[in-house]
């Protein structure tokens, strides 16, 4: 079995910090709805080397809840897919993926106790976008990968204006990728 990869991440002053010091750690995904299509999927696990994680996926799987002034573009209700659905996409991973029914924050406390190498943010909204930066970096571990996959999509400010808030203050350099999503390392303790 192939051991992931252990590309290393820059942290500004010249020290560098390996992702694969993480990698024995779970993944999650906020806004889990169908697949984890926009996340590193369950199959990618299985093809490139698997270390014995879960991927916890936290949905309402009734759709977005009422959003904010800044989540305009959004309707209480939209992007909902039953857990049944997400479920038999999902089936033949049954045993790595960890689906959690719910309204986030509340829901969080199911994972209390873990520790992530890979946050994959997909809320939409300004809220859940805040909350779920803060509840998981304080348990994400040194050089984890956060993605936050609607950071420049012109409908969804919110998760813009949470993403930079949350950083504002903090070492982490966000990097803003063409594909719309942008990403962050948490900073290792090796940086300070
Ligand atoms: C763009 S979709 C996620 C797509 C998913 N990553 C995929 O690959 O199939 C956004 C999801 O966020 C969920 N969501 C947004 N706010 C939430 C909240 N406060 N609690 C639970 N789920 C929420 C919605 O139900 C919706 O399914």
Sequence with gaps: MRKHISSPLECGDGAWVPLAKASANEVVVLGAAKNFQTARSPKDLINYGHTGEKHYGFDSFEGLPEGGPNDASWKKGQLAVPLEVARKNLSEFAELCVLIAGWIPDTFTAVSDKRFRLVHVDVDLEVPTRQSLEYFYPRATDGALFIIDDYGFHSCPGARQA????????????IELTTGQAVFYKRGSACS
């Design 163 to 174: 993403t930079q808030e949350f950083l504002a203050g903090r070492p982490e350099t966000l």
